[in-house]
């Protein structure tokens, strides 16, 4: 099931401050649904280094034009990537801003799980 367009798309201006604010529970659901799927984190990886046209990857991936677009308008729903259209080609690109939510709510339930539990009554 996809992500609700109104509210899928992540405030990733905000996230790049310091001040933003920590990632909600429907937003990681969102973002950990979207990287669940192997040909999504072979998408991420193939864009790790700057933004790639889709030509280059649905011949990178070794993907159907449909089978590509699929997945990354799923990646583009959760905010994890960003579009960016120039003359009749589509350039895909990482999406930091969400990046950097995730890797900060992770950090904090990993913090947050070596507290020991309270003794039992």
Not at 38 to 64: F, Y
């Amino acid at each position: 099931m996809l992500a609700d367009p109104a509210h899928s798309t992540l405030e990733t201006t905000a996230a790049l401050d310091s001040t933003a604010e920590p990632l909600a529970e429907d937003q990681a659901q969102r973002l950990l649904r979207a990287l669940a799927e192997p040909i999504r984190l072979q998408v991420l990886a193939a864009l790790q280094n700057g933004e790639r046209c889709v030509c280059d990857l649905t011949s990178d991936l070794d993907l159907g034009q449909s089978k590509l677009s699929f997945h990354l308008k799923v990646l583009k729903e959760s905010g994890l990537i960003r579009a960016r259209q120039d003359g009749r080609w589509i350039y895909y690109g990482l999406e930091p801003a969400s990046l950097l939510l995730l890797r900060d709510w992770l950090g904090e339930l990993a913090i947050a799980c070596q507290s020991p539990a309270p003794p039992c009554s």
